[in-house]
């Protein structure tokens, strides 16, 4: 097996009764597997947690920070008190708590064009001066030039993963919106 940056090491263990862990040691993704595993799932499993720390490994050099800094300094936005990536947004593209300011962004963002990231993120600090998606909020979300480009970029991937993923489950009340790309007018 091997990754797109680092190569693959794969332990059996004996003792690993049904658990997969990885973790990258001096350069090499080692990925212990339970001995019984077959080889279809050993392929399966292994190239999972080795896209999952690839992933995770992107997104570490993205600056979410200084970029909703930036975008709210250049649209007159808020500043969010607290911008992340998000590993449980399967559905959603982020969130916005307006109550306390916090932003989760969904770690499958970390591949897309830097200007799709930066309409999520503007979307997202609109909602903290406005809460819905009235007109008003419109107005803000769409002083972004791209914003009508990011949302059929957005539109496109939307379809294509809800024929690969199932449906969400309910989240937190406090997160008041969950821009999910679909609504057309960002």
């Known amino acids: 097996?091997?990754?797109?940056?680092?190569?693959?090491?794969?332990?059996?263990?004996?003792?690993?009764?049904?658990?997969?862990?990885?973790?990258?040691?001096?350069?090499?993704?080692?990925?212990?597997?339970?001995?019984?595993?077959?080889?279809?799932?050993?392929?399966?499993?292994?190239?999972?947690?080795?896209?999952?720390?690839?992933?995770?490994?992107?997104?570490?050099?993205?600056?979410?920070?200084?970029?909703?800094?930036?975008?709210?300094?250049?649209?007159?936005?808020?500043?969010?008190?607290?911008?992340?990536?998000?590993?449980?947004?399967?559905?959603?593209?982020?969130?916005?708590?307006?109550?306390?300011g916090h932003i989760r962004v969904s770690d499958r963002l970390v591949d897309v064009p830097p200007w799709v990231l930066d309409h999520v993120i503007v979307h997202e600090l609109a909602h903290l001066r406005v809460a819905d998606h009235s007109p008003a909020f419109q107005a803000l979300v769409n002083r972004n030039p791209l914003a009508e480009r990011a949302t059929g970029y957005l539109l496109a991937v939307s379809d294509r993963l809800d024929r690969l993923e199932p449906a969400p489950s309910a989240g937190a009340e406090e997160i008041v919106d969950h821009f999910d790309g679909l609504d057309a007018a960002g």
């Open 1 to 100: 097996m091997m990754s797109s940056r680092y190569p693959v090491e794969v332990i059996r263990s004996e003792r690993r009764v049904k658990t997969v862990s990885a973790r990258i040691v001096d350069g090499v993704i080692r990925v212990r597997i339970p001995a019984w595993m077959s080889e279809s799932d050993e392929r399966k499993f292994v190239t999972d947690v080795v896209e999952r720390i690839e992933q995770e490994r992107r997104s570490h050099a993205i600056d979410l920070e200084a970029r909703a800094a930036a975008l709210a300094d250049e649209f007159d936005l808020p500043k969010p008190e607290s911008i992340r990536w998000s590993k449980t947004q399967r559905q959603r593209w982020g969130s916005c708590s307006v109550h306390s």
